[in-house]
């Protein structure tokens, strides 16, 4: 067998052609768009065929080195923390309170399940809390998180391959399971979309028209930066206190805080959206 791996700024860059092919993918096959398939896992499924068929027929297995994720996932935090208005939350009034009740019972129920095989396949009953809320709940991101720390803390080695299984499948299924339920509520309900060529379904825009000029792009980039600045200087604090928590939950908290600050802040740094 050949092996080949591909360097870690092609294989981010790489990543964005996918994201970007899937995108296409889910904009002119009408069963994706049916079933609300999202654009990562139709470009991942691409990803997976090609590199299935050179392995098939070429024996040639190809592997990514990703170094960057790390930093790409405390980005990713980052800008789900500056999204983060405490306003909007405190909004939602009871049919929120529901789906925090509704989501804390899953995360359990999940966990209690998962930790339950782990002990009847006779493995760690903590290594089930990768298969639990860990990747099912918060996901790839979260799971390339705790692996780390799974595996240097508890001595759980397999913990990233048994996080990213699990995740995997349950994306899958999500997928299968979900998107034709969603579809299925959308055309009871009635719901339309304003560009049947892009999946906005139940995103208003309330009116408001976003201008990207050369400001708000170095605004963006800065805010990114420093929520990540903030968020790792949060999490050697942390850490120092004998508290141990992924570097993305530092970060994610910056963002939160950053959001919901900036609104207080004087409107005269030369860009009339702060």
């Keep these: 067998m050949t092996f080949f791996t591909v360097h870690p700024f092609h294989s981010f860059n790489l990543a964005v052609v996918l994201l970007i092919a899937g995108k296409i993918l889910t904009l002119n096959i009408d ?15 691409l990803c997976i065929a090609v590199t299935g068929l050179l392995w098939a027929l070429f024996d040639l297995k190809v592997s990514f080195e990703v170094g960057i994720r790390d930093f790409l996932l405390l980005v990713f935090f980052a800008g789900i923390g500056l999204k983060s208005d405490i306003r909007t939350l405190l909004a939602g009034g009871r049919p929120l309170v529901i789906l925090l009740i ?57 913990a990233l391959e048994l996080g990213v299984a699990a995740n995997t499948v349950g994306l899958i299924a999500a997928c299968v399971i979900g998107g034709p339920i969603a579809a299925l509520l959308i055309r009871r309900g009635g719901l339309k979309a304003e560009n049947k060529r892009d999946l906005d379904i139940g995103v208003p825009n309330e009116g408001r028209a976003v201008r990207m000029d050369y400001f708000c792009i170095l605004w963006s980039i800065l805010a990114l930066n420093v929520t990540v600045l903030i968020g790792l200087a949060l999490h050697e604090a942390i850490t120092a206190a004998g508290v141990t928590l992924p570097a993305f939950v530092s970060c994610l908290v910056a963002g939160i805080v950053l959001r919901n600050l900036l609104p207080l802040a004087p409107r005269r740094l030369g860009h009339p959206h702060l």
């Design 31 to 45: 069963l994706l768009r049916r079933y609300s398939i999202p654009e990562p896992v139709a470009g991942g499924f």
């Design 102 to 158: 509704l989501a804390t019972s899953f995360i359990l129920l999940q966990n209690f399940a998962g930790m339950g095989l782990a002990r009847l396949f006779g493995m760690e009953p903590k290594a089930g809390l990768m298969v639990g809320s860990v990747s099912l709940t918060g996901g790839v991101g979260t799971t390339l998180a705790w692996a780390p720390i799974f595996a240097e803390k508890l001595g759980i080695t397999n």
